[in-house]
RNA sequence: CGGGGCGUAGCGCAGCCCGGUAGCGCAUCUGCUAUGGGAGCAGAGGGUCGCAGGUUCAAAUCCUGCCGCCCCGACCA
């Protein structure tokens, strides 16, 4: 992409309004833009990150063996009377009529909806077990939204619901979501611990709320601090393997870790002073276990191996992929702008055209950017007239993982500098050396 | 929903107290000179001063009502 073709409004002072790093520099960087309180249009650079962090998310839903589908933002109210949730939601749910005076509402989160459809079409345990999800736009109409993206009323929400015959098949099934979880963030180069969490609205009695730590963290947490050192179960592992899932999960939730909500003072005083933790953390995944909660009030049953039919039982597991983007910046920037892990840079490449004019400098840039091009790599070149130093805290700004630096001085030598935006480590290439280095 | 604050050009702000018909920096456009860490000079464009009503010869400024936005708290992916 040629930033002159681009668009990308960045700013060079943050707005009044936005208080928190992740806040302003997606603002800054052009990456948002507020349409209302907690209502937010991803301009193009934002979406590029989003949709990384979406293709993420979703590659491990589907390693997990989770399917996707796509439900609808606008529900019947209806359905949320069978639940007994439409009264019991209260104002954070969006409400509206249609045309002729129906009800319907914005959806805040699917667990009806999808039961709704289990039941139309599954009647048997042998079609168990299953697990749905979709990634879809979420309204929650939030007393006080905040944070940008972080905390919005309209937000992008990954949420998956699995079925199972019983309760240890559902244990299975909630390990896989924890399990794949724990790939999901690590991926994104965020260390995200697993804490006891309280329930909520959903309802159930089995839940692991993801915290990455950030100073900015709205929430409270405790946790044993060996946490932050586990490694997380590489792509090889089984998701069909019961036992093998089990210990993962055991392991992972063996030590202290809990949110201010479900925090035990004593449990926490019995880990050694030196491991204690705690710290400000943000919620980046919820996942939920709450059996027949709405298969028996919305009858959605099959025939159980032993004759007979039940209701089955019922996961929930929620990412906010939105909220990650917000969450990621907290987790990943500096002085002088984001540093966007690679896995979810909204480009790879910066090339930097440091005498946009000069003939040479400018055969360079376009050979350049063809080889990355044709090699497929996303390459953002700034070709345009701004002076170098410009350029430079643009860069910096929308923080991708490498520049390259093609200006007169290096040319002079055949070369060009390539940029480690994380650490500022600069090497000198030849061309063919530095299309070769950033590939692949 | 309780408490606090703010709405003036795309962004950051001044002007308001003490009414006289809108200004600064950045950004944008034109020209020239520049070009390895947010360039210089010269010129230009851009504003229903959040909205409505009132007071007044005259309102960004004073009064009333409304709307929007932000921050703290209670609640939440």
């Given at each position: 992409?040629?930033?002159?073709?681009?668009?990308?409004?960045?700013?060079?002072?943050?707005?009044?309004?936005?208080?928190?790093?992740s806040?302003?520099?997606?603002?800054?960087?052009?990456?948002?833009?507020?349409?209302?309180?907690?209502?937010?249009?991803?301009?193009?650079?934002g979406?590029?990150?989003?949709?990384?962090?979406?293709?993420?998310?979703?590659?491990?839903?589907?390693?997990?063996?989770a399917?996707?589908?796509?439900?609808?933002?606008?529900?019947?109210?209806?359905?949320?009377?069978?639940s007994?949730?439409?009264?019991?939601?209260?104002?954070?749910?969006?409400?509206?009529?249609?045309?002729h005076?129906?009800?319907?509402?914005?959806?805040?989160?699917?667990?009806?909806?999808?039961?709704?459809?289990?039941?139309?079409?599954?009647?048997s345990?042998?079609?168990?077990?299953?697990?749905?999800?979709?990634?879809q736009?979420?309204?929650?109409?939030?007393?006080?939204?905040?944070?940008?993206?972080y905390?919005?009323?309209?937000?992008?929400?990954?949420?998956?619901?699995?079925?199972?015959?019983?309760?240890?098949?559902?244990?299975h099934?909630?390990?896989?979501?924890?399990?794949?979880?724990?790939?999901?963030f690590?991926?994104?180069?965020?260390?995200?611990?697993?804490?006891?969490?309280?329930?909520g609205?959903?309802?159930?009695?089995?839940?692991?709320?993801?915290?990455?730590?950030?100073?900015?963290?709205?929430?409270?947490?405790?946790?044993?601090?060996?946490?932050?050192?586990?490694?997380?179960?590489?792509?090889?592992?089984?998701f069909?393997?019961?036992?093998?899932?089990?210990?993962?999960?055991?392991?992972w939730?063996?030590?202290y870790?809990?949110?201010?909500?479900?925090?035990d003072?004593?449990?926490?005083?019995?880990?050694?002073?030196?491991?204690?933790?705690?710290?400000?953390g943000?919620?980046?995944?919820?996942?939920f276990?709450?059996?027949t909660?709405?298969?028996?009030?919305?009858?959605?049953t099959?025939?159980?191996?032993?004759?007979?039919?039940?209701?089955?039982?019922?996961?929930?597991?929620?990412?906010?992929?939105?909220?990650?983007?917000?969450?990621?910046?907290?987790?990943?920037?500096?002085?002088?702008?984001?540093?966007?892990?690679?896995?979810?840079?909204?480009?790879?490449?910066?090339?930097?055209?440091?005498?946009?004019?000069?003939?040479?400098?400018?055969?360079?840039?376009e050979?350049?950017?063809?080889?990355?091009?044709?090699?497929?790599?996303?390459?953002?070149?700034?070709?345009?007239?701004?002076?170098?130093?410009?350029k430079?805290?643009?860069?910096?700004?929308?923080?991708?993982?490498?520049?390259?630096?093609?200006?007169?001085?290096?040319?002079?030598?055949?070369?060009v500098?390539?940029?480690?935006?994380?650490?500022?480590?600069?090497e000198?290439?030849t061309?063919e050396?530095?299309?070769?280095?950033?590939?692949?």
């Amino acid at each position: 992409m040629r930033l002159s073709r681009y668009f990308l409004p960045i700013l060079r002072d943050a707005p009044r309004e936005a208080e928190i790093v992740s806040h302003r520099l997606m603002l800054r960087a052009g990456m948002i833009r507020q349409e209302a309180a907690g209502i937010y249009a991803f301009l193009p650079l934002g979406h590029r990150v989003l949709s990384k962090v979406c293709r993420i998310v979703r590659e491990e839903q589907d390693r997990s063996g989770a399917i996707e589908m796509l439900m609808p933002t606008i529900q019947p109210a209806d359905l949320w009377r069978e639940s007994g949730r439409y009264d019991d939601y209260g104002k954070e749910m969006l409400r509206v009529e249609d045309r002729h005076e129906r009800e319907m509402l914005y959806g805040p989160t699917n667990e009806e909806m999808i039961t709704e459809i289990f039941r139309a079409s599954v009647k048997s345990y042998k079609q168990l077990p299953l697990n749905l999800y979709h990634i879809q736009w979420k309204f929650r109409d939030e007393v006080r939204p905040r944070f940008g993206v972080y905390r919005a009323r309209e937000f992008l929400m990954k949420d998956a619901y699995s079925f199972d015959v019983d309760a240890e098949g559902a244990r299975h099934s909630y390990n896989k979501m924890f399990i794949a979880y724990l790939r999901t963030f690590a991926r994104m180069g965020l260390k995200a611990i697993p804490m006891v969490a309280d329930t909520g609205p959903i309802g159930g009695n089995l839940s692991h709320e993801f915290i990455i730590l950030a100073s900015t963290g709205e929430s409270e947490v405790f946790c044993h601090r060996d946490y932050l050192d586990y490694e997380v179960p590489d792509e090889r592992v089984d998701f069909g393997d019961r036992a093998g899932l089990q210990k993962i999960v055991d392991r992972w939730t063996a030590l202290y870790a809990a949110t201010s909500e479900k925090h035990d003072a004593a449990a926490f005083g019995k880990i050694p002073q030196a491991k204690q933790l705690s710290a400000r953390g943000i919620e980046v995944g919820h996942i939920f276990y709450f059996g027949t909660k709405y298969s028996e009030p919305m009858k959605a049953t099959v025939a159980a191996p032993s004759g007979g039919t039940v209701p089955v039982h019922m996961g929930s597991y929620g990412i906010g992929p939105s909220r990650l983007v917000a969450a990621i910046i907290e987790a990943s920037h500096d002085e002088s702008g984001i540093v966007w892990p690679e896995p979810v840079a909204p480009f790879k490449i910066g090339l930097l055209n440091l005498k946009q004019g000069d003939s040479g400098t400018d055969a360079a840039c376009e050979k350049l950017y063809s080889a990355f091009t044709a090699g497929g790599i996303d390459v953002l070149y700034d070709d345009t007239e701004e002076r170098a130093g410009a350029k430079f805290a643009s860069m910096d700004l929308i923080g991708l993982p490498w520049q390259v630096l093609v200006g007169p001085k290096g040319l002079a030598e055949g070369k060009v500098e390539v940029k480690r935006r994380a650490s500022g480590e600069r090497e000198s290439f030849t061309l063919e050396a530095a299309v070769k280095r950033l590939s692949g």
